[in-house]
Nanobody, 126 residues
């Protein structure tokens, strides 16, 4: 069984940086495409970023491009989301997701991911 555990969320001020982590256990992490999604109160879950097997292919939502960076270390079974220049509108629960995939694949659609973490809260005050 695949388990994903996020950590690193918290309360920060606008303009600050924060890095959230996701540890994936239970299967061969190196063959999984992973993604970050977020859900703000009263809104639907939205795509943030995705990364392929070895990290050489990434995709970002327009709202975070240039501010957020997704990365991974297969030796540590971990994927990170580095968030810089945070804005109050970035406030949400951030979820990590994983899917067995082909090496080059990046997946921005939440419905394609079978495995999800429990989420970590990120709150950005103005």
């Amino acid at each position: 069984q695949v388990q994903l555990v996020e950590s690193g969320g918290g309360l920060v001020q606008a303009g600050d940086s924060l890095r959230v982590s996701c540890v994936v256990s239970g299967r061969t992490f190196s063959t999984y495409t992973t993604g970050w999604f977020r859900q703000a109160p009263g809104k639907e879950r939205e795509f943030v970023a995705t990364i392929n097997w070895n990290g050489d292919n990434t995709l970002y939502a327009a709202s975070v491009k240039g501010r957020f960076t997704i990365s991974r270390d297969n030796a540590k079974d971990t994927v990170w989301l580095q968030m810089n220049s945070l804005k109050p509108e970035d406030t949400a629960v951030y979820y990590c997701a994983a899917k067995p995939a082909l090496p080059f694949m990046i997946i921005p659609t939440s419905g394609q991911y079978p495995y999800w973490g429990q989420g970590t809260q990120v709150t950005v005050s103005s």
